[in-house]
């Protein structure tokens, strides 16, 4: 829709119009004309450095940068005329005056802004005569290596640095012909490894150490999925050849992270590839874990699951979860613990209170939840707990972007000064775990705090309250009733607050909207209320019992005094994330079973573990921590193991012959979501916005009705605090990761992170 | 005037930033009262200003490579700058910085072994019109033959 602002201006002799202040290369994009362009990206600030993007303008007296011009009406540009032409051609001629053309060997051969520039309008001839100059490559960390004479000084990988990550470790060094970039350890790097630098730069000068000089880019496929480690969920484009995943990066700016992966989303994949994998079942006798076929395995896990439920009944069985595995796995689980087992005993590491949020939130709750871009759309955000550039490091993001490009203005109230306090305009800080007593204050309770966080805590509800549609963003600091004192905050505030709430994993979110908690069913549905266990009983072909299950430490609990017999553990450690004494506490269990990739702590105590595929091998649907629904897709195969979906499928099927439920018929992870949609309230979701690789947002209600319970107990909920440099139990298997110094002292896989 | 003397210290250098710290873009009056101080500016001062002025260590280190000016390493007692630059050239300045450069065992850009002598180049000291020219230790000199150079550095050596 023209407003009365916009300016109209005519571009290769065709009108067009946009708002006003847009940049004459933008408007061009707009129309489909390509201005080339090196130095400028967009959400970068103006550089003007690289002169590609000359463009002819009317009355002016000479070519002009199309990057910082900004369109005003009647402007007449042409950027197709010879003398445009002949620009580009020079400032070619320049910027390949000290470039070595070495295009076979570099990595960016194929997919280099500047090989497709010099192939558009490049002559075949220089006129410098002198020698070029040549500078050895530089490894500035095990992520990233320079390579200066390849360097074209666009500055994108210095901007994106401070502005776009708040690192600055880029900077410029020397001048004129000799200039160089330079790290801010002198010859090495000392920053978050993100790895931005390296796709932002148009050419092969910053390099990958986890990718150069292994492959050329058209000899791989690319295959888009969502990023495997924490609950942002960013799109990412896997480069695969032969099965094996080499490069993760996201340079086609598809999803709501549009450049942006953090260290993890970009280096972290090589977990795939460790050596530790496991790649045959294994089966445990006379004391050890021994290789097994898949057939004994899983016939051998069913049976003995069957005898001990014949033995100690459905609820001397429990099972627990994973925020990694996706949705349909998720719901799976579920189904075979409720509905082929016939037990409540169902929990996973929870590491955010979504059940409370949706709850306090009612009928409102699709529409008081931000998405990612919202996120990034706020006017004014209140950051309580968490460190989001640690911890949720896209989030970070979004508001650094927010902050930036729109003025947005950021609160914060947290136990430590995170790194985000410098964006903020108020920070207060509270003792260790004062976050909920922060909320209670805040939401009028007659909380008693400290003289001087109240004071501090009052003036920032007073900015609060000059702001209007405030985003609120929080950790796992809060829950529960603090939750609720949130929301309750939330309400006396202008316009709509809006929330979003922190977890640790890709599929953390995932994890308790399918369900997999002792008191809720799938989509937030109580276990009390007998309508939804009619449903979903009815779905799943079971009469579902409604007696109360154990969560997480129950069940550890439980496994300690010999209450329960057997515990089917996927994709969890819950012998470290819980920290378990694990030989007194499991050891009572007759039949321990574990999906997983590698023999983590919980592992090595099983009777039975079978090797999964990871995030990066299978179909299926994750959810991010807001909520956001996308596709993930199969990059890699690893020979030998089995997806948690096909192995909880099989397994219903044995079940199912022991008399135990009916066999899962839903064959695929396709299959199983369009279930999903049906059945869990929220999810149904359009599929072809799915499948063109879009995010969803699923629109949960909580049912309860006014009833909701804030029951949280005290730490069933709580953060494995991974920094940016750690993933769980995953975490440990990330060697590129690892060897980074600002990971910080190796961590043998023995001594690693949580879950 | 010799150049100062150059033992770095960390506490003189903290007082000189603290000094400059306020001003409207302290960076170049900083790192010009720190080479003042020393003679040149040493690397450990780089994080010290970063700190002051938050800005990245990449940063000051990129103002101190931009400008010929700073000095990483301590110079010898007198520094010697002998204009490289078109004019200079052409009126045989050449000569004169190879007779330099034999005379005091050094090349462009070195300091001599005892110190008394660091000769560089320059492109361009603005007295074209006086070619060759050179600036030793802050002053400038014009039509600086071989056997000026000779009596500049004389000079400086008698003066010790
Ligand atoms: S890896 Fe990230 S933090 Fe490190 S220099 Fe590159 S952009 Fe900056
Ligand atoms: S390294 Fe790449 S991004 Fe950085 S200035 Fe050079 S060409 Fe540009
Ligand atoms: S921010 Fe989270 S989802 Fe995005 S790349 Fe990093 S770990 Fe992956
Ligand atoms: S894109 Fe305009 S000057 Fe580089």
């Given at each position: 829709?023209?407003d009365?602002?916009?300016?109209?201006?005519?571009?290769?002799?065709r009108?067009?119009?946009?708002?006003?202040?847009?940049?004459?290369?933008?408007?061009?994009?707009r129309?489909?004309?390509?201005?080339?362009?090196?130095?400028?990206?967009?959400?970068?600030?103006?550089q003007?450095?690289?002169?590609?993007?000359?463009?002819?303008?009317?009355?002016?007296?000479?070519?002009?940068?199309?990057?910082?011009?900004?369109?005003?009406?009647?402007?007449?540009v042409?950027?197709?005329?010879?003398?445009?032409?002949q620009?580009?051609?020079?400032?070619?001629?320049?910027?390949?005056?000290?470039?070595?053309?070495?295009?076979?060997?570099?990595?960016?051969?194929?997919?280099?802004?500047?090989?497709?520039?010099?192939?558009?309008y490049?002559?075949?001839?220089?006129?410098?005569?002198?020698?070029?100059?040549?500078?050895?490559?530089?490894?500035?960390?095990?992520?990233?290596?320079?390579?200066?004479?390849?360097?074209?000084?666009?500055f994108?990988?210095?901007?994106?640095?401070?502005?776009?990550?708040?690192?600055?470790?880029?900077?410029?060094?020397?001048?004129g012909?000799?200039?160089?970039?330079i790290?801010?350890?002198?010859?090495?790097?000392?920053?978050?490894?993100?790895?931005?630098?390296?796709d932002?730069?148009?050419?092969?000068?910053l390099?990958?150490?986890?990718?150069?000089?292994k492959t050329?880019?058209?000899?791989?496929?690319y295959?888009?999925?969502?990023c495997?480690?924490?609950?942002n969920?960013?799109?990412?484009?896997?480069?695969?050849?032969?099965?094996?995943?080499l490069?993760?990066?996201n340079?086609?700016?598809?999803?709501?992270?549009?450049?942006?992966?953090?260290?993890?989303?970009?280096?972290?994949?090589?977990?795939?590839?460790?050596?530790?994998?496991?790649?045959?079942?294994?089966?445990?006798?006379n004391?050890h874990?021994e290789?097994?076929?898949?057939?004994?395995?899983?016939?051998?896990?069913?049976?003995?699951?069957?005898?001990?439920?014949?033995?100690?009944?459905?609820?001397?069985?429990?099972?627990?979860?994973?925020?990694?595995?996706?949705?349909?796995?998720?719901?799976?689980?579920?189904?075979?613990?409720r509905?082929?087992?016939?037990?409540?005993?169902?929990?996973?590491?929870?590491?955010?209170?979504?059940?409370?949020?949706?709850?306090?939130?009612?009928?409102?709750a699709?529409?008081?939840?931000?998405?990612m871009?919202?996120?990034?759309?706020?006017?004014?955000?209140?950051?309580?707990?968490?460190?989001?550039?640690?911890?949720?490091?896209?989030?970070a993001?979004?508001i650094?972007?927010?902050?930036?490009?729109?003025?947005?203005?950021?609160?914060?109230?947290?136990?430590?000064?995170?790194?985000?306090?410098?964006?903020?305009?108020?920070?207060?800080?509270?003792?260790?775990?004062g976050?909920?007593?922060?909320?209670?204050?805040?939401?009028?309770?007659?909380?008693?705090?400290?003289?001087?966080?109240?004071?501090s805590?009052?003036?920032?509800?007073s900015?609060?309250?000059?702001?209007?549609?405030v985003?609120?963003?929080?950790?796992?600091?809060?829950?529960?009733?603090?939750?609720?004192?949130?929301?309750?905050?939330?309400?006396?505030?202008?316009g709509?607050?809006?929330?979003?709430a922190?977890?640790?994993?890709?599929?953390s979110?995932?994890?308790?909207?399918m369900?997999l908690?002792?008191?809720?069913?799938?989509?937030?549905?109580?276990?009390?209320?007998?309508?939804?266990?009619?449903?979903?009983?009815?779905?799943?072909?079971?009469?579902?019992?409604n007696k109360?299950g154990?969560?997480?430490?129950?069940?550890?609990?439980?496994?300690?005094?010999?209450?329960?017999?057997?515990?089917?553990?996927?994709?969890?450690?819950?012998?470290?994330?819980?920290?378990v004494?694990?030989?007194?506490?499991?050891?009572?269990?007759?039949?321990l079973?574990?999906?997983?990739?590698?023999?983590?702590?919980?592992?090595?105590?099983?009777?039975?573990?079978?090797p999964?595929?990871?995030?990066?091998?299978?179909?299926?649907?994750?959810?991010?921590?807001?909520?956001?629904?996308?596709?993930?897709?199969?990059?890699?195969d690893?020979?030998?193991t089995?997806?948690d979906?096909?192995?909880?499928?099989?397994?219903s099927h044995?079940?199912?012959?022991?008399?135990l439920?009916?066999?899962i018929?839903l064959?695929?992870?396709?299959?199983a979501?369009?279930e999903?949609?049906?059945?869990?309230?929220?999810?149904?979701?359009?599929?072809?916005?799915?499948?063109?690789?879009?995010?969803?947002?699923?629109?949960?209600?909580?049912?309860?009705?006014?009833q909701?319970?804030?029951?949280?107990?005290?730490?069933?909920?709580?953060?494995?605090?991974?920094?940016?440099?750690?993933?769980?139990?995953?975490g440990?298997?990330?060697?590129?990761?690892?060897?980074?110094p600002?990971?910080?002292?190796?961590?043998?896989?023995?001594?690693?992170?949580?879950? | 005037?010799p150049?100062?003397?150059?033992?770095?210290?960390?506490?003189?250098?903290i007082?000189?930033?603290?000094?400059?710290?306020?001003?409207?873009?302290?960076?170049?009056?900083?790192?010009?009262?720190?080479q003042?101080?020393f003679?040149y500016?040493?690397?450990a001062?780089?994080?010290?200003?970063?700190?002051a002025?938050?800005?990245?260590?990449?940063?000051v280190?990129?103002?101190?490579?931009?400008?010929?000016?700073?000095?990483?390493?301590?110079?010898?007692?007198?520094v010697?700058?002998?204009?490289?630059?078109?004019?200079c050239q052409?009126?045989?300045?050449?000569?004169?910085?190879?007779?330099?450069?034999?005379?005091?065992?050094?090349k462009l850009?070195?300091?001599?072994?005892?110190?008394?002598?660091?000769?560089?180049?320059?492109?361009?000291?603005?007295?074209?019109?006086?070619?060759?020219?050179v600036?030793?230790?802050?002053?400038?000199?014009g039509?600086?033959?071989?056997e000026?150079?000779?009596?500049?550095?004389?000079?400086?050596?008698?003066?010790?």
């Amino acid at each position: 829709m023209a407003d009365s602002k916009d300016v109209t201006l005519k571009i290769d002799d065709r009108d067009v119009t946009v708002p006003p202040g847009t940049l004459v290369i933008e408007a061009a994009r707009r129309m489909g004309i390509e201005v080339p362009s090196f130095c400028y990206y967009p959400g970068l600030s103006l550089q003007a450095a690289c002169r590609m993007c000359l463009v002819e303008v009317e009355r002016a007296p000479k070519l002009q940068t199309a990057c910082t011009l900004v369109a005003m009406p009647g402007m007449v540009v042409r950027t197709n005329t010879e003398q445009v032409h002949q620009a580009r051609k020079a400032m070619l001629e320049f910027l390949l005056a000290n470039h070595p053309l070495d295009c076979p060997v570099c990595d960016k051969g194929g997919e280099c802004e500047l090989q497709d520039m010099a192939f558009t309008y490049g002559a075949d001839k220089s006129r410098f005569a002198e020698e070029k100059r040549h500078r050895p490559e530089r490894k500035w960390s095990e992520a990233v290596y320079y390579d200066a004479p390849r360097c074209i000084l666009c500055f994108r990988c210095v901007r994106v640095c401070d502005e776009g990550m708040d690192v600055k470790a880029l900077g410029v060094g020397q001048r004129g012909s000799q200039s160089v970039i330079i790290p801010n350890g002198e010859d090495h790097l000392d920053c978050e490894e993100c790895g931005m630098c390296i796709d932002i730069c148009p050419v092969g000068a910053l390099t990958s150490g986890t990718y150069r000089y292994k492959t050329r880019p058209w000899e791989m496929k690319y295959v888009s999925t969502v990023c495997a480690h924490c609950s942002n969920g960013c799109k990412t484009t896997l480069s695969v050849r032969n099965n094996e995943i080499l490069r993760a990066n996201n340079r086609d700016l598809s999803g709501f992270n549009k450049e942006f992966l953090c260290v993890k989303g970009r280096f972290g994949f090589d977990f795939t590839s460790h050596p530790e994998r496991l790649k045959l079942p294994l089966v445990r006798r006379n004391g050890h874990l021994e290789p097994a076929s898949w057939e004994d395995a899983i016939a051998e896990a069913s049976r003995r699951l069957a005898e001990v439920h014949k033995a100690s009944g459905a609820d001397s069985i429990g099972f627990i979860g994973s925020n990694r595995t996706t949705n349909e796995e998720n719901y799976l689980l579920g189904r075979i613990a409720r509905a082929s087992i016939g037990t409540n005993n169902l929990d996973h590491h929870r590491t955010a209170d979504y059940p409370s949020l949706i709850a306090a939130l009612g009928e409102k709750a699709a529409a008081a939840t931000v998405t990612m871009t919202q996120l990034y759309e706020a006017d004014a955000v209140l950051l309580i707990g968490d460190d989001p550039t640690q911890q949720n490091p896209l989030v970070a993001w979004q508001i650094r972007a927010a902050i930036r490009h729109r003025g947005s203005r950021l609160y914060v109230i947290n136990a430590k000064s995170i790194k985000l306090r410098r964006k903020a305009r108020e920070f207060v800080e509270v003792s260790q775990g004062g976050e909920a007593a922060a909320v209670s204050w805040l939401s009028g309770s007659d909380e008693t705090l400290d003289p001087g966080v109240a004071e501090s805590l009052s003036a920032l509800k007073s900015a609060l309250e000059k702001e209007n549609n405030v985003v609120v963003v929080f950790g796992a600091e809060l829950t529960g009733a603090a939750v609720r004192d949130l929301v309750k905050f939330g309400a006396s505030l202008p316009g709509q607050t809006r929330y979003m709430a922190l977890g640790d994993y890709a599929n953390s979110r995932g994890a308790s909207d399918m369900g997999l908690l002792p008191h809720l069913l799938p989509g937030y549905a109580p276990l009390a209320d007998v309508k939804a266990r009619e449903k979903f009983g009815k779905v799943w072909g079971a009469k579902l019992t409604n007696k109360p299950g154990l969560d997480a430490r129950g069940m550890l609990a439980a496994a300690t005094s010999g209450k329960l017999r057997a515990l089917y553990v996927v994709g969890a450690n819950p012998v470290k994330t819980f920290g378990v004494n694990a030989n007194e506490r499991l050891g009572k269990l007759d039949l321990l079973i574990v999906h997983d990739l590698f023999l983590t702590e919980t592992a090595k105590l099983a009777d039975i573990v079978l090797p999964a595929a990871a995030a990066y091998e299978k179909d299926g649907s994750v959810t991010n921590t807001a909520g956001e629904v996308q596709l993930v897709r199969k990059g890699g195969d690893v020979m030998g193991t089995r997806s948690d979906f096909d192995i909880l499928r099989i397994f219903s099927h044995q079940l199912a012959e022991h008399g135990l439920g009916q066999a899962i018929r839903l064959r695929t992870p396709e299959a199983a979501f369009d279930e999903i949609r049906q059945s869990v309230a929220g999810y149904d979701l359009s599929m072809a916005a799915l499948l063109l690789g879009e995010a969803e947002r699923t629109s949960p209600i909580s049912t309860a009705g006014g009833q909701a319970k804030f029951d949280a107990p005290v730490g069933a909920i709580f953060s494995a605090h991974d920094t940016l440099f750690a993933s769980g139990s995953l975490g440990r298997y990330c060697t590129t990761i690892l060897s980074l110094p600002e990971a910080g002292p190796k961590t043998t896989p023995e001594a690693g992170a949580h879950s | 005037m010799p150049q100062k003397g150059s033992t770095w210290n960390a506490d003189r250098a903290i007082l000189r930033i603290r000094e400059l710290e306020h001003l409207p873009g302290a960076l170049l009056p900083i790192l010009h009262a720190l080479q003042e101080e020393f003679g040149y500016i040493d690397k450990a001062a780089i994080p010290l200003i970063a700190d002051a002025l938050n800005i990245s260590h990449a940063e000051v280190h990129g103002v101190i490579s931009f400008y010929r000016d700073f000095r990483d390493t301590p110079s010898g007692r007198h520094v010697l700058k002998m204009c490289r630059a078109e004019s200079c050239q052409s009126m045989g300045c050449d000569a004169t910085i190879q007779h330099v450069e034999g005379r005091l065992g050094v090349k462009l850009g070195e300091t001599t072994a005892d110190a008394s002598f660091t000769v560089e180049a320059v492109y361009c000291l603005g007295l074209c019109a006086l070619s060759p020219a050179v600036m030793l230790d802050g002053k400038p000199y014009g039509r600086v033959s071989s056997e000026i150079a000779d009596f500049l550095i004389d000079g400086m050596q008698r003066q010790k």
